[in-house]
């Protein structure tokens, strides 16, 4: 079969990655590098669930500083590091202000300090020192800051980074390394012999098939579906603390910077970010008891974002009409049945259980590649006769990843694609913004039909091309796969556009061999996903 599912019954792998989100991409890939054979199995779309509902950022993660958890930040700050160097066209330095009002229970004083001991804790990895301003210079700064009360701010440095892509790209990266990555197929049970976890009983989504698929490891990399895994195994502890979080698209808010914004009652932070043209404003920190595949955003959930938002920004439009996109995802951390959801620790665990299954619980999305390092080392350690190979001393960069830094390639490839392909100078940094070193794969397949490197929006892009690579390279088989993840169309002024919607779909269609009845079908589920 072309899906490949056949050949992994022929003879058992080294290990199994149950979850396509960003901790299991990144066991997947981290196996890989070690020589050990991989197949890894998400029942949607890879990034699917949280990893493509997150704010966007890669983060030492500066309020944890508050709970103590110095460790967590100082390894957070030293993974956006390597990060930044391993995919430098998704993970890109952003500056953050950090407003400080009269009366703020985070005064000036505290605010500095936490800047001194996060710029400490950084070390060499710092993207720039922080810095204290008075409330003039603020306001130069953002000029759209609330004025009154301000008694200065503080900047400093995070990435931002696009989640769904990097997620995708660090399972692309696996696939360059010898492991087998399936979307859209379910692991419906666990296959045990003698008491132990041996591998995985699976189904197409698509088609139906059944398939059983052994492994000498078993990973349960399943995020908020961790604990349903492990009851396949029997009556398990719960695991998951699932906390839910959303997220509102808004025309753009600020200049430049990332804002933190403090809530009034209670003190959590969150943020305004700057994201594609416009602000992403998130998030909320609440717990979910709801159903895992049907996560809504809710309307008092919407109008405490806009409340706390406008307080910071109140010469801006802040109501329901003007927004553009919204979406939520719930957070899957380790079980802690006391405090408030934004008090559970964001740090990650590894567990097994009585089966021998590996269980990844928790964990930040910054931490991904330390996560997974850890996790493949006590795989072998368990299973010491798996022939594994010893870590590279360097990490190889991220599929696509291959450069010096953007700035850089950007100075050397982009005159020339321009040239050569006759688009905008923000079409060519769109297609290197998103696919790296890779754009040219997705120029090249524009120059086979005419009318693929069209733009399919007034900004410039994207273009057809990239809906024919998406399918090709990047494995997305639903038309919502490309809308909402390959790209982030579904959450633009344009996602209803329905002559662009009609032209992706039929374009995906041919690719994929679907009928009339089909494009339709795949439209009609798209434009109920963004309702």
């Known amino acids: 079969m072309a899906s490949g599912l056949d050949r992994l019954q022929t003879a058992p792998v080294d290990l199994v990655v149950i979850g396509g989100g960003i901790q299991g991409a990144g066991v997947a890939r981290e196996a890989a590098l070690r020589g050990l ?12 669930g949280t990893s493509s509902r997150t704010s966007h950022l890669i983060h030492g993660g500066i309020r944890y500083l508050e709970q103590g958890a110095l460790r967590l930040v100082h390894e957070a700050v030293h993974e956006r590091s390597v990060l930044s160097r391993l995919a430098p066209h998704l993970v890109r330095p952003l500056p953050f202000l950090f407003p400080v009002y009269r009366g703020d229970a985070r005064g000036k004083w505290k605010i500095r300090a936490g800047m001194i001991l996060y710029d400490l804790l950084a070390g060499s990895k710092r993207i720039g020192p922080h810095r204290m301003f008075t409330p003039a210079e603020a306001l ?14 503080a900047r400093f440095y995070d990435c931002r980074m696009d989640d769904a892509r990097l997620c995708l790209t660090v399972l692309l990266s696996a696939r360059e390394w010898g492991a087998s990555i399936f979307n859209y197929v379910a692991v419906t049970g666990l296959i045990r012999e003698k008491e132990r976890v041996c591998g995985v009983r699976v189904q197409e989504v698509l088609t139906g098939a059944n398939y059983d698929i052994y492994a000498r490891i078993v990973v349960n990399a399943a995020g908020p579906w961790v604990d349903a895994i492990c009851r396949m195994e029997g009556e398990a502890p719960r695991r998951i603390r699932q906390t839910k979080g959303i997220h509102l698209v808004f025309p753009s808010l600020t200049r430049s910077h990332a804002v933190v914004v403090s809530s009034e009652k209670d003190r959590r932070i969150f943020f305004v970010i700057p994201w594609k043209g416009k602000s992403l404003i998130g998030t909320t920190d609440t717990d979910f008891a709801g159903d895992l595949d049907h996560i809504r955003v809710e309307e008092e959930e919407v109008a405490w974002l806009l409340r706390e938002t406008a307080r910071l920004f109140p010469k801006e439009r802040l109501g329901p009409e003007e927004i553009i996109g919204r979406y939520a995802g719930v957070r899957p951390l380790i079980y802690n049945p006391g405090g408030s959801a934004s008090d559970v620790s964001r740090e990650g665990r590894i567990e097994w259980t009585p089966g021998g299954m590996m269980i990844l619980a ?37 599929y696509g990843g291959e450069m010096p830094s953007l700035a850089e390639y950007l100075k050397e490839e982009a005159p020339a694609a321009r040239e050569h392909y006759r688009l905008s100078d923000e079409g060519i940094r769109y297609l290197i913004g998103a ?15 005419k009318g693929l490197l069209k733009p399919l929006t007034p900004l410039g892009y994207p273009f057809l091309a990239e809906a024919v690579y998406a399918v090709r390279v990047e494995m997305a088989k639903r038309l919502s796969d490309f809308m909402r993840r390959r790209t982030a169309l579904a959450l633009g002024p344009y996602k209803r556009d329905s002559n662009m919607i009609i032209q992706i779909a039929e374009q995906m269609g041919q690719t994929l061999g679907w009928n009339r009845e089909q494009i339709q079908s795949e439209i009609d589920d798209y434009q109920r996903e963004v309702e």
């Open 37 to 48: 054979s991989v197949a890894l199995f998400e029942k949607g779309d890879f990034a699917g």
């Open 140 to 153: 130069a700064e953002e000029p759209g800051l609330q004025s009154e009360g301000l008694v200065g701010a």
């Open 362 to 398: 928790g964990g930040k999305f910054t931490l991904f590649r330390s996560t997974a390092e850890r996790a493949v080392n006590a795989v072998v350690k368990k299973a010491a006769d798996l022939k594994a190979h010893p870590r590279p001393p360097s990490d190889p960069s991220l």
């Open 435 to 449: 696919y790296g070193t890779k754009f040219h794969a997705v120029l090249a397949l524009g120059k086979q039909e």
